[in-house]
């Protein structure tokens, strides 16, 4: 069983991180509690998806990307976040580009990359680049990373 650690019990180098994170946040998010009980996997999610939000991938997308991932492995707690982060950014002028990221996404996950030119072809149709389908992948490693530890740790 896992614990919500908080930044007086957590290991040490996880500490530094979950001060980021609440000051951030304004709280300590049960997920990051529990994750901090490994820094390297606190560590790496939290660089991992600072990455992923820098990228050339707009927030509609880059949203759509992390649900698609999180609904795929169950995790509702992401799901509910995420969701709620797509609902703030308002309407999106264009559905059909983020129906083809989304399932850019997927095909990606079913084929473990090796989506055919086909597949990638129709994506870069929709306005999206090479770079983006790049990004795509690192934003299913940050993601995936996440809603699996939160579904070891119970958080989810």
């Known amino acids: 069983m896992f614990v919500d650690h908080t930044v007086e019990t957590a290991p040490a ?9 609440a ?7 049960q997920a990051v509690a529990r994750m901090a009980e490994s820094p ?3 560590d790496g999610f939290l660089k991992l998806s ?3 939000e820098d990228t050339t991938l707009d927030p509609h997308s880059r949203e759509t990307v992390i649900l698609t991932v ?10 509910q976040l995420h969701e709620a982060k797509l609902a703030k950014l308002g309407p999106v002028a264009d559905p059909e580009r983020l129906e083809a990221i989304r399932q850019f996404t ?5 084929a473990s990359g090796a989506v055919s030119d086909e597949d990638l072809e129709t994506f870069l149709g929709f306005g999206y680049t ?3 389908a790049l990004e795509v ?3 299913i490693g940050a993601y995936t990373l996440s809603t699996l530890a939160n579904r070891l740790t119970r958080s989810a």
């Open 13 to 21: 180098g996880s500490r530094r991180s979950m001060e980021r994170v």
């Open 23 to 29: 000051g951030a946040w304004g709280h300590l998010p």
């Open 40 to 42: 390297h996997a606190l």
């Open 50 to 52: 600072a990455m992923f």
């Open 70 to 79: 999180a609904v795929r492995n169950q995790c509702h707690i992401c799901i």
């Open 106 to 110: 997927h095909q990606i996950l079913a």
């Open 130 to 132: 090479r770079q983006n």
């Open 137 to 139: 992948v690192l934003g």
